[in-house]
């Protein structure tokens, strides 16, 4: 899964391998050709990612290892600035507001205050019998939960 960023890279959960950047400054080289410009071992898994909408800032969700926060704003030397366990597998990731929503399959929706990157905080979870996805429009939260269907609830 990749997000892009205004500064011309590529950001990408890499699995196993956990976080890439990737230089797409000159678009026209094609796929496969990018440079990449820096990369962090994250732990878990690297199954989804959102970047932060003005710092450079991600949030992975990595399985089993729950949620990592990075810092890439100097991609020589790409840090994890936070995480959280979630105590389930870590499936997709919204950020939202200084929040960040986690589908944690058997373990819901879980949601994260993340204005302290450093230090983030447990706000609340929406059980689910097994959460997948999860989007946001205006005024609701909706998440794909593979028992119970289309879960909607209020934004906060």
């Known amino acids: 899964v990749v997000a892009t960023t205004d500064s011309n890279y590529l950001l990408v959960a890499c699995g196993e391998m956990g976080f890439a950047i990737m230089n797409i400054s000159d678009f026209q080289l094609g796929f496969g050709t990018y440079p990449v410009a820096g990369w962090k071992d994250t ?20 399985g089993t290892a729950g949620f990592v926060i990075i810092n ?22 919204l950020y939202l ?44 939260i909706y998440i794909a939960d593979e028992v119970e269907g289309l879960v909607v609830i209020s934004r906060p």
């Open 43 to 62: 732990p878990g898994y690297a199954v989804d990612i959102v970047n932060h909408p003005t710092q450079p800032v991600a949030f992975l969700a990595c």
């Open 72 to 93: 890439y704003a100097d991609t020589s030397d790409i840090k994890i600035m936070g995480s959280y366990s979630t105590g389930g597998y870590a499936k997709e990731i």
């Open 97 to 140: 507001d200084n929040k960040v929503f986690v589908t944690t399959e058997t373990r819901g929706l879980q949601v994260f205050d993340v204005s302290n990157f450093s230090s983030p905080i447990k706000n609340g979870t929406v059980q689910t019998k097994f959460a997948l996805g999860v989007y946001a429009d205006d005024k609701y």
